[in-house]
Nanobody, 115 residues
Framework: QVQLVESGGGLVQAGGSLRLSCAAS????????MQWYRQAPGKERGLVAQ???????YYADSVKGRFTISTDNAKKTVYLQMNSLKPEDTAVYYC?????????WGQGTQVTVSS
């Protein structure tokens, strides 16, 4: 059983920063990539950032230059550093572990950016 536990969400003013963490535990046989998604009210869940097992990264255009994804393999944790936050970044953020044959979702953490 694989579990992903996110933390670090909260309320922040526009221009502020937050760092999200997602700690993985359980029987993880392989990791193709770790991803962060977000879902705002009334909108579909969308990919925000990805880091592959080889270290390659991808960012949605809306967060390029402001968000940074990173991992601590020893701690089986993926981070999302979010700077220069905007009200439109308000959403529930989910981490996702792409294990190749299976994928696992975290429970989500709320990020609210006030103007």
């Amino acid at each position: 059983q694989v579990q992903l536990v996110e933390s670090g969400g909260g309320l922040v003013q526009a221009g502020g920063s937050l760092r999200l963490s997602c700690a993985a535990s359980g029987s993880i046989f392989s990791i193709v990539a770790m991803q962060w998604y977000r879902q705002a009210p009334g909108k579909e869940r969308g990919l925000v950032a990805q880091i592959t097992s080889g270290g390659s990264t991808y960012y949605a255009d809306s967060v390029k230059g402001r968000f940074t994804i990173s991992t601590d393999n020893a701690k089986k944790t993926v981070y999302l550093q979010m700077n220069s936050l905007k009200p439109e970044d308000t959403a529930v953020y989910y981490c996702y572990l792409n294990g190749g044959f299976r994928g696992y979702w975290g429970q989500g953490t709320q990020v609210t950016v006030s103007s």
